[in-house]
Each structure stands twice: as structure tokens, then as C-alpha cells.
């Protein structure tokens, strides 16, 4: 597995990062966002609409727990930090998973459900106002050439 760590300025440099990822993305990738309140999975994950061309704005799905928009590809943008067992069943989170479009996954640790192994794991973390440290591990090498730029 390949890991980066990349360090953003500010939360353009964030956005843009998650923006650059989604043009590359492919059918049935996954992405997990794990990282304190306020770390930047939301703004990764606007970026990350962004470049799969999701005209519109984007949001947390901190209540509703799954949002899905429309660009090249579908986007699922799932929020997992209020679920527990009985919910992914019923919301039948596997299938978004397992889809045909492109999942982003706030909060993975709250699910069972397992991962594609060339899911894209990213942690965020806080270093003060606006810098954001970015740790990605991945098998996924269709995103080497966007990632490498940043190291």
C-alpha cells in the first residue's frame, strides 16, 4: 500500500486537492475521510464533487447520512458518525459501496461494511487555523500521478 502525506495551506489548497482526485476517479472507488470536528472531510469532499463536475452546492450529509449527486459519475457522499449496525442495513450501505459510481465515507469507523481493497484512506488533521495535514494510504495507482505532485 502507498502512503502520502500532504500538507495543505489553507482550505482552497484542500478543496483542491479533493477537486484534482475527483477527475481521476473511477466506477466503484472509495474514499474514507477520517479526522476530528472541523478537520476538512467536508471541504475535501466539495473539492472532491467538484472534480466529478456535481454542479451545486455540497454539504455534509451529517443528517441525512447519504447524499447522492449527479456528475460523470454518481457520488455517493456518506456521513456515518450517527449510525450504528441496524442502520447500515436498512439504508443498505453495501450497495453504494459495491456501485457503480464513487463513494466518500466521513466517519469509517462507525461501519461493518466491508471495503473495496484499493479504497483510498485518507486522515486529516488539524494543525492550526487553516493548515490541514493529509495522510492517504491506497493501492489504488491511478491516483500516483495527482498525489505525487504533493509530496
Given amino acids: 500500500m502507498r502512503e502520502y502525506e500532504i500538507l495543505t495551506n489553507d482550505t482552497e489548497e484542500t478543496m483542491r486537492l479533493g ?4 477527475q481521476v476517479a473511477k466506477p466503484g472507488d472509495v474514499y474514507t475521510l ?19 463536475g ?41 450497495e453504494f459501496v459495491d456501485g457503480d459510481g464513487v463513494t466518500v465515507i466521513e466517519w469509517p469507523s462507525r461501519l461493518s461494511v466491508p ?8 486522515t486529516l488533521q488539524r494543525l492550526g487555523e487553516q493548515e490541514r495535514r493529509l495522510q492517504i494510504k491506497t493501492n489504488a495507482l491511478h491516483y500516483t500521478s495527482v498525489l505525487e505532485v504533493y509530496e
Wanted: charged share 25%; net charge negative; no cysteine.
Fill in 54 to 94: 456535481v454542479q451545486g452546492n455540497i454539504n455534509s450529509p451529517t443528517f441525512t447520512i447519504i447524499k447522492e449527486y449527479k456528475g460523470r459519475l454518481p457520488f455517493y457522499h456518506i456521513d456515518a458518525y450517527r449510525l450504528d449496525e441496524s442502520d447500515e442495513e436498512d439504508l443498505g450501505l453495501s
Fill in 34 to 52: 477520517d479526522g476530528d470536528l472541523g478537520a476538512g472531510k467536508t471541504h475535501f469532499s466539495k473539492g472532491f464533487g467538484k472534480g466529478l
Fill in 19 to 22: 477537486e484534482q482526485l475527483g
Fill in 115 to 122: 471495503l473495496p481493497e484499493n479504497t483510498v484512506h485518507i
